[in-house]
């Protein structure tokens, strides 16, 4: 456990003594904040719901699932494949800890901090730009939560699962755009309720459900029935990348050692 | 000729000032602090056609900013410079055609590209005709022995071709001047001693007057007529290298060996360096003490073992560089 | 002049194509990265496809109209990154003093600089703006418009980045910041200025000249003028000429690398 804490520590450190990069961060949320607003003020000009969101719980859709898109930290989606491609990952093989569970730890380790920050910011925001969110739902938080940090982990796991896509190929960093477009269109800029039926049902079965759709909805507009299947498809997920997640490393890892690093 | 004329150059920088720990860093951000430095301080010289001169101090010497005012880098803050007739300040794209610089390793080269078509690149950039490029470039490949590796991509050659290569490139442009910032820096020593072949045949069969700066004693003792020594941003000398060596060559060190133990007092003309009874170790002013009178005060039946040796040049330069110092 | 001129053209030119060839060498990450691009921005069509589900008429903007402005900006994009993607990197040369090498060359350092790197997957972004365009419009008078617009946007948005950078010249610590400028035009290239306040229209035809790249030439296919066409080449060609100076301007402030440790 002191290992773990000892990689919060300095990821901690690491991340102030970039500041700037902080404020910067601070900003391009700020600034996509405000194009969202201004451009579903537009849309909402004088309907009252959409897709069953009122304007309220579609700002605040927006603020929660930008705030979960700029809280991801970058190392589950850069760093395997720097050292993949480096071939230092060979190097941090030979250490005592699973090369997953050192990005992973980096990957939470640095995401809490980063949320940390962002979480009081994005209140002050929405509280500015929309007002209170009408609909919260304080007694249920605890399952928001939990939905929230499942949805973390899991986008955590499956960017880990992209990068380690880089045994196999040249270049995975354009895997990584594509996932992240499914999260930002069916996930941020509109949420699922909003497509018509037909996507709606395939939709449902991707990431962008799990991920930044689901845990956002139940903070947004909470009910149980929604929260019975957002956490089940999590839970079902978490198994299944996991799973793949050491399959295809145990995979990338012997091709290593064919190939000599 | 005087082909680089520098008339009392002055460069002073501004450096941020920071405390420690963090309540350093975020008075930094909002109250930096300055303080003044003059990186290079009234300095003057002359340099002749053909000369090869060592341009060398300890770090942060101003050694660099004066290579980077000379080609139009940086801007001077006051002062004169003439390179072949030009102002760096004023016509630095001018002088850019007449001079080339190596400037440590800094890779001027593509990678994914064989030294030949970089070579043939930098002819498009100086706007050599293709029939000139090439020509030159037979020249070269006889003239420095590059023929094993001209084909092959840089990326795969080993540091020292690449530097060859580098220091080839910067000569496409046929510059009168070549300044060389530690040309030699990190290489093994059998490929040193290559690079000097290298410059020094340049400088024989091409007159290029050539501009070194360089921490490896050898470099400068193997190549340079002349050596120009930079400290705290002023000049502390300018003389030849016989010079340099004459004035250091009047001290002698002398070892010896002993079979007995001697006690020997400091006389004038005579430091002892070290003494461990058997065991001595002496500097001896020539010009003060003959070696014959030295070896009078010792009794000669008892030596075991003599090595009466010069100050290594490397010696006398950091002697140098700490006499000012102070 | 002119052949000297001829002679920098030369030099970027052979600059583009090597950096072209050492990209290519691995053919399969090549592909990728430009398929993948196109495919990358088609999501956003597919968001307008809902916006414009929601609410079909967007401040005087239809569909083609906002994929028009999509197309500009793509291609623009795209043309930046293909050939001059080292305008990204002028700031942190100066920051960390890495200039020198361009500034012993002959030619242009700032030509230097812009063509020291390509971005390959830029190429996926030009091809998918032509694209757009021909769904879109069909008319040969259109595309010729088309391309006129896109070069003088490419001029500008070229030159509102050389400017950003060289801000650092001035101001070391603005290195961090001129990525806000350089993602806010690109967020406010991608949506119609309609839905913003008069604040941000005038935002964009000041400080961040969005206006003038990509709603301009929008508002030229919408009602063609010549007087907005001269607009649009003067603004270029102005901002151009601004970007060269500043950058010249700053240079004389460059400290090489002395600036962080005092000389080595």
């Known amino acids: ?261 | 000729m005087a082909v680089i004329e520098v008339k009392h150059l002055n460069k002073k920088f501004r450096v941020k000032e920071k405390e420690k720990g963090l309540k350093g860093s975020i008075k930094a951000i909002f109250k930096p602090k300055y303080k003044t430095k003059k990186a290079v301080n009234n300095i003057s010289f002359e340099v002749e056609k053909g000369e090869v001169i060592a341009f060398i101090g300890p770090n942060g010497a101003g050694k660099s900013t004066t290579i980077k005012m000379l080609t139009g880098i940086l801007y001077p803050d006051s002062g004169k410079i003439n390179i072949l007739g030009y102002d760096p300040t004023k016509d630095r794209k001018k002088l850019s055609y007449e001079i080339s610089s190596v400037i440590g390793q800094k890779e001027q080269l593509w990678l994914h590209l064989t030294p030949y078509d970089n070579f043939k690149f930098i002819g498009t950039m100086y706007d050599i005709p293709n029939s000139v490029i090439e020509k030159k470039i037979k020249e070269y490949i006889d003239v420095f022995d590059l023929k094993d590796f001209i084909n092959t991509p840089v990326r795969g050659l080993s540091l020292g071709q690449r530097i060859r290569c580098e220091i080839v490139a910067a000569l496409i442009n046929d510059p009168k001047i070549l300044f060389l910032d530690e040309p030699t820096i990190g290489l093994d020593p059998v490929v040193k001693e290559n690079i000097r072949t290298l410059i020094k045949r340049l400088n024989k069969e091409f007159k290029t007057t050539i501009f070194l700066t360089s921490h490896d004693i050898s470099d400068i003792e193997k190549l340079c007529k002349r050596v120009i020594v930079v400290n705290d941003g002023t000049i502390v000398m300018d003389t030849t290298m016989d010079e340099l060596k004459y004035h250091f060559m009047n001290k002698k060190i002398i070892e010896v060996k002993m079979s007995e133990e001697v006690n020997l007092d400091d006389v004038d003309g005579i430091t002892i360096l070290k003494d461990k009874g058997y065991n001595l170790k002496l500097e001896v002013d020539t010009t003060k003490k003959n070696i014959k009178d030295v070896l009078n005060l010792l009794n000669q039946d008892n030596i075991i073992d003599i090595n009466i040796s010069n100050i290594p040049l490397e010696d006398i330069i950091s002697s140098i560089y700490k006499k000012e110092k102070k | 002049m002119l052949t000297e001129v001829r002679s920098n053209l030369r030099y970027i030119l052979l600059s583009i194509k090597y950096n072209v060839q050492r990209e290519m060498l691995n053919r399969a990450s090549f592909l990728m990265n430009v398929l993948l691009m196109m495919l990358n921005n088609c999501s956003i069509v597919v968001q307008w496809l809902v916006f414009f589900s929601l609410k079909p008429d967007f401040g005087g903007y239809t569909f083609e109209d906002q994929m028009l402005a999509v197309a500009l900006c793509t291609v623009t994009y795209g043309m930046v990154y293909l050939f001059f993607a080292g305008v990204d990197n002028i700031a942190k040369y100066i920051e960390q003093g890495a200039l020198d090498k361009y500034l012993t060359k002959p030619k242009s350092p700032l030509i230097g600089v812009l063509t020291s790197k390509t971005q390959i997957s830029a190429l996926g972004d030009l091809l998918f703006g032509i694209i757009i365009f021909f769904i879109y419009y069909h008319n040969p008078v259109q595309f010729l418009l088309f391309l006129i617009c896109s070069f003088f946007s490419f001029l500008i948005m070229l030159s509102f980045f050389i400017i950003v950078n060289s801000i650092t010249f001035w101001f070391i610590r603005f290195s961090d910041t001129k990525q806000t400028f350089t993602d806010s035009y690109i967020s406010f290239s991608l949506y119609p200025y309609t839905v913003f306040g008069n604040f941000v229209t005038i935002l964009m035809h000041t400080i961040i000249p969005v206006g003038f790249a990509i709603y301009l030439p929008v508002t030229l296919f919408q009602d063609f003028s010549i007087t907005k066409l001269l607009i649009l080449i003067g603004f270029a060609v102005f901002n151009m000429i601004l970007a060269v100076f500043l950058f010249n301007r700053g240079l004389k402030r460059y400290t090489s690398s002395s600036m962080a440790v005092v000389n080595v």
Not at chain 1, 90 to 97: D, G, L
Not at chain 1, 215 to 233: C, E, G, H, S
């Open chain 1, 1 to 261: 456990m002191r290992k773990y804490l000892y990689i919060f520590k300095y990821t901690f450190i690491n991340e102030l003594s970039y500041f700037s990069k902080v404020v910067f961060r601070v900003i391009s949320y700020f600034l996509h904040i405000f194009v969202f607003y201004c451009v579903w003020d537009y849309v909402y000009d004088g309907t009252n719901k959409i897709g069953g969101f009122t304007i309220n719980q579609m700002m605040w859709y927006l603020i929660i699932a930008e705030l979960f898109m700029m809280g991801v930290s970058r190392v589950a989606r850069e760093r395997p494949i720097e050292e993949i491609k480096s071939g230092s990952i060979a190097y941090i093989m030979t250490k005592p800890y699973s090369y997953i569970g050192y990005i992973f730890t980096t990957y939470l380790a640095e995401g809490l901090i980063r949320l940390m920050i962002m979480i009081p910011i994005s209140i002050i925001f929405g509280f500015i730009f929309v007002g209170p969110l009408e609909t919260f739902q304080i007694k249920y938080s605890l399952i928001m939560i939990i939905s929230f940090i499942l949805a973390y982990s899991i986008n955590g796991l499956i960017q880990i699962l992209i990068s380690l896509f880089a045994f196999f190929m040249e270049d995975a960093g354009p895997l990584h755009w594509l996932y992240n477009k499914l999260l930002l269109i069916f996930g941020v800029f509109f949420p699922i309720d909003m497509m018509p039926g037909v996507l709606q049902s395939i939709l449902k079965y991707t990431p962008a459900y799990v991920i930044t759709y689901g845990p956002t909805k139940l903070i947004v507009n909470f009910n149980l029935v929604d929260a019975t299947y957002i956490l089940m498809a999590q839970v079902i997920y978490l198994a299944i990348v996991l799973v793949l997640v050491n399959l295809v490393y145990r995979r990338g890892v012997k091709k290593l050692n064919v190939n000599g690093g």
